[in-house]
């Protein structure tokens, strides 16, 4: 990819507002359409069902409440995606917990 393109790429680059993440809840498979929708031109951002799933597991973002994923929850899946490339999983972990403990 040619600096060109990067910086195109670069300038280009949105995601949503906390106020414009749906409010509804979305399931697993709404979740991961919507933040692929953000994410599809970026390699190595994208998220899956699984990688959700195992988010979960593992305790880095709440379980669904009724199947559904908040605004809250949403907004933590962007920020994984794009940290985990650059922090390890504990990190990120341990990086929304203070944001939590912040926003209580």
Request: hydrophobic share 40%; with cysteine.
């Amino acid at each position: 990819m040619s600096e060109r393109m990067i910086n195109e790429a670069l300038a280009a680059f949105r995601l949503p507002q906390y106020r414009e993440i749906p409010d509804v809840g979305l399931f697993l498979d709404q979740t991961v359409k919507y933040l692929n929708g953000f994410l599809k031109d970026y390699p190595g951002m994208e998220m899956t069902g699984s990688m959700i799933s195992n988010y979960v597991k593992q305790k880095i973002i709440p379980k669904a409440y009724k199947k559904t994923y908040s605004r809250d929850q949403i907004s933590q899946l962007f920020f994984i995606a794009m940290a985990k490339s650059v922090l390890s999983m504990d990190q990120i972990r341990k990086a929304l917990s203070i944001q939590e403990a912040a926003c209580t």
